[in-house]
């Protein structure tokens, strides 16, 4: 692939909350400012000279960039499609009527923590539940796909039922994704308050497990207690039977995403992924993205992350999951042991078991 | 206004060229999405409006060795599936008298 498929971009440092597991503020690594207008459109004219599909703009919160809909216009005129990640309190009936006149958007990703205020304005701060539903609700009025995301922290997590129940039969939604706080951003300093401990991951997974039943095929997640359990139960059967390794087992193949994504940073940094802030690959407008995708040292190393063995970290010693294992997230084993290369603590089968957690 | 049998690619469809000269052609407006061999690359680039199916096919003909004899049912049956799928048409009479 010459250039990358879709980029995820930071397109603002500003928001409205401060939520207390948000990966994106408390980053050392990160310079919180916003880029102006044009510095955006000129690199929207480098991906739509790179036959860029797709933009995911997130933040931040992307909708408090007072001139949204130029850049709107900018992604548009250089034939790509969008999507956003917000928390929907800004989101009005003039940017939804604009968007939804695009025709370019792919959904709207906005995050819902709770089945009431009380619960999702725990973590959020007061109002945001209010002005999240009240920003779906827009949305759907005017036709635009909504993606929900719930992410699972320790205030939430004896509220699920509720939340399935008000976000798939109050309000109609198809379905809904989930995740759990990690360790990164603002979540680090808050983490005994706000993340998930074993028994709260157990409980976790087990309502997630009993409702995916109930709602057959409208819950999802790509990371997270949901993620981790259907990932681990097939790990165990695995082992107790005694398979064949995994074709992606034993190594660190976690992450496949540097094969067709990239991302920019608020402050321009153009980064493998927003997980990964702290690794500078280059400048917008100043570095060539192609140059970058094709030749950039870093990212080709994070491209042959999938060649180093497992077996040869003394973290995995005498694993028997290791055939089956592939290490999980770079971000977050970067955030928890230092080091990029490395499997996730956090995604850990034998360590998860090894604290009292059980998947059964 | 009679159509003629000049292809034109839509112009809001993005080819997107991969390695070894394989490409995605990609429309924004729908998100739909086809891959394609270098051969369809080449026919794509000539859609222009200008060049009739008979044009296209004896320009690859001469770009590309080894092209067979039944590359002019190939050729159309692609510009077909394209122009199915809204990623291309076919030029119309009065855009020619205009020209
Ligand atoms: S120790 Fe953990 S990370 Fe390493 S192979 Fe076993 S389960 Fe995977
Ligand atoms: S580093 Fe983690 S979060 Fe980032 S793209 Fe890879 S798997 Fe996804």
């Known amino acids: 692939m010459r250039a990358p498929r879709s980029l995820t971009l930071e397109i603002t440092a500003r928001c409205n909350l401060r939520c207390r597991y948000c990966y994106f503020f408390s980053n050392p690594a990160v310079e919180y400012r916003d880029l102006p207008t044009d510095e955006w459109l000129q690199f929207f004219d480098e991906l739509g000279s790179l036959g860029v599909m797709k933009v995911t703009l997130a933040g931040g919160e992307p909708f408090i960039r007072e001139d949204l809909s130029v850049l709107l216009a900018g992604i548009v005129r250089n034939r790509m499609r969008f999507s956003f990640l917000s928390n929907g309190v800004l989101i009005d009936d003039e940017i939804a009527a604009f968007i939804a ?3 370019r958007c792919e959904y709207i990703q906005v995050s819902v923590d709770g ?5 999702h304005d725990a973590c959020r701060g007061q109002g945001s539940f209010e002005g999240a539903i009240r920003g779906i609700r827009t949305l759907q009025r005017h036709r635009i796909g909504v993606g929900v995301r719930v992410t699972i922290n320790r205030k939430n997590v004896h509220d699920l039922e509720n939340i ?3 976000l798939l039969d109050e309000m109609g939604l198809s379905d809904f994704g989930t995740n759990s706080a990690g360790y990164m951003g603002t979540c680090c300093i ?3 308050d706000v993340m998930l401990n074993i028994e709260e991951r157990k ?3 087990a309502t997630l497990l009993r409702l995916t039943v109930k709602y057959a095929g409208r819950i999802s997640s790509e990371a997270g207690p949901l993620t981790d359990v259907r990932m681990w139960r097939r790990m165990e059967e695995a082992r107790a039977e005694g398979k064949p390794a ?3 087992g034993g190594r660190l193949t976690g992450c496949g995403c540097t094969g067709n994504k990239i991302a920019v940073r608020t402050d321009g940094a153009i980064v493998p992924c927003n997980m990964l802030a702290h690794v500078e690959l280059g400048r917008i407008n100043h570095d060539s993205l192609a140059e970058i995708w094709l030749n950039s040292t870093v990212l080709n190393q994070l491209r042959n992350r999938h060649t180093i ?3 040869g970290f003394e973290f995995c010693a005498g694993c028997s999951y290791i055939p089956y294992c592939t290490g999980n997230c770079p971000g977050l084993a970067y955030t928890i042991t230092g080091q990029i290369d490395h499997p996730s603590p956090d995604a850990c089968l034998r360590r998860f078991l090894e604290e009292g957690g059980t998947i059964a | ?3 003629t049998d000049r292809p034109i690619a839509n112009p809001i469809v993005v080819l997107r060229e991969e390695f070894d000269d394989w490409a995605v052609l990609f429309n924004p407006d729908t998100a739909d999405a086809v891959g394609t061999n270098p051969v369809g690359v080449a026919v794509w680039k000539r859609m222009d409006g200008k060049r009739s199916l008979d044009d296209i096919v004896s320009e690859i003909k001469k770009s590309f060795e080894d092209t067979p004899d039944s590359a002019l049912k190939e050729i159309a049956a692609f510009v077909n599936t394209l122009a199915e799928n809204g990623f291309a048409g076919l030029e119309l009479e009065r855009k020619i008298a205009d020209a």
């Open chain 1, 101 to 103: 006149g695009t025709g």
């Open chain 1, 115 to 119: 089945s009431c205020a009380e619960v």
């Open chain 1, 164 to 166: 399935a129940h008000f």
């Open chain 1, 190 to 192: 808050n983490a005994d």
């Open chain 1, 203 to 205: 409980e976790a997974m």
């Open chain 1, 246 to 248: 995994f074709h992606n």
């Open chain 1, 309 to 311: 063995p497992l077996a």
């Open chain 2, 1 to 3: 206004m009679n159509q």
